[in-house]
């Protein structure tokens, strides 16, 4: 059978996307990555460049897996974090980056938001530990930090965070030792320590010996979840009363992905 291809008469009348509320449209960029945001909405109409300048719309900054694209190049990802940050005019509460991140632009973060309330910093070489705690001195309201595949932080960083972040409650790191280190349990009594009012524990890569987890147990008596599930080198076999401690004193505890568990033993 033969179709017929006559075309419709009709014209479809798409909405207009300039005739929405503000607070409509407002809520709809604000779905659009920090990048996006600053480079290509933000130059559409008038109407979009000034609700782009609102400081309510740079609250949260949110700059990841940007790497794919060759013109996402380091320096320019930096100049537009460094943008979005000014448009903040101070109300930055919520960051997360991945890559670019260095030394300057934490300082520029720690001067331009003390209101910060949450970090993520990812997968980024540059930063050094001096940078690191310098910035850290200045975020006092911080409350969750995600420092996951980043440089290794010395003990004195985890310190400088625990002491100068008093309403810190989540902390991720990624601790990156060589094995069998003489200082693996460090990084741990610092968190111990400095970080009473902890909530939430994720530690991730190699995981300091049984003394620094009994440190952070009595260190972090607030702690309601404990996520080890991505450490190495690490096993409760020996240590099956440090394993009933976690299970008795942590609502959620997450134990390593390939720990030996007592509570198998019958299987």
């Known amino acids: 059978m033969a179709?017929?291809?006559i075309p419709s008469t009709e014209t479809i009348v798409g909405p207009n996307w300039l005739e929405l509320p503000r607070d409509v449209t407002a809520n709809i960029l604000q779905r659009l990555g920090t990048f996006e945001l600053l480079t290509r909405a933000c130059q559409v109409c008038p109407l979009w460049w000034n609700i782009c300048k609102d400081p309510h719309m740079w609250r949260t900054i949110k700059m990841t897996m940007l790497f794919s694209s060759r013109y996402h190049r380091k320096n320019q990802l930096v100049k537009v974090c460094r943008k979005a940050i000014e448009r903040s005019c101070g109300q930055l509460e919520d960051i997360d980056i991945e890559r670019f991140?260095?030394?300057?632009?934490?300082?520029?973060i720690a001067d331009s938001a003390l209101h910060?309330?949450?970090?993520?910093i990812a997968m980024t070489w540059a930063l050094s530990n001096k940078g690191f705690i310098e910035s850290f001195e200045k975020l006092p309201?911080?409350?969750?930090l995600d420092i996951s595949f980043n440089i290794r932080l010395s003990k004195k960083s985890f310190e400088v965070v625990g002491r100068c972040c008093p309403l810190l409650?989540?902390?991720?790191?990624?601790?990156?030792?060589?094995i069998l280190s003489d200082v693996d349990y460090d990084d741990s009594f610092a968190i111990a320590k400095t970080m009473p009012g902890l909530r939430h524990l994720k530690i991730s890569g190699q995981m300091p010996i049984s003394e620094g987890l009994s440190a952070i147990l009595d260190g972090?008596?607030?702690l309601e979840s404990l996520d080890l599930k991505d450490c190495y080198y690490f096993r409760f076999e020996y240590t099956e009363n440090l394993e009933k401690m976690?299970?008795?004193?942590?609502?959620?505890?997450?134990?390593p992905e390939n720990c030996y568990s007592s509570d198998h033993d019958s299987d």
């Open 141 to 144: 309201y911080l409350e969750s």
């Open 101 to 108: 991140a260095t030394d300057d632009l934490l300082a520029y």
């Open 169 to 178: 409650k989540t902390l991720k790191c990624s601790m990156t030792k060589t």
């Open 246 to 255: 976690c299970r008795e004193k942590i609502k959620d505890f997450q134990p």
């Open 116 to 120: 910060l309330r949450h970090m993520r």
């Open 220 to 222: 972090c008596p607030l």
């Open 3 to 5: 179709y017929s291809s």
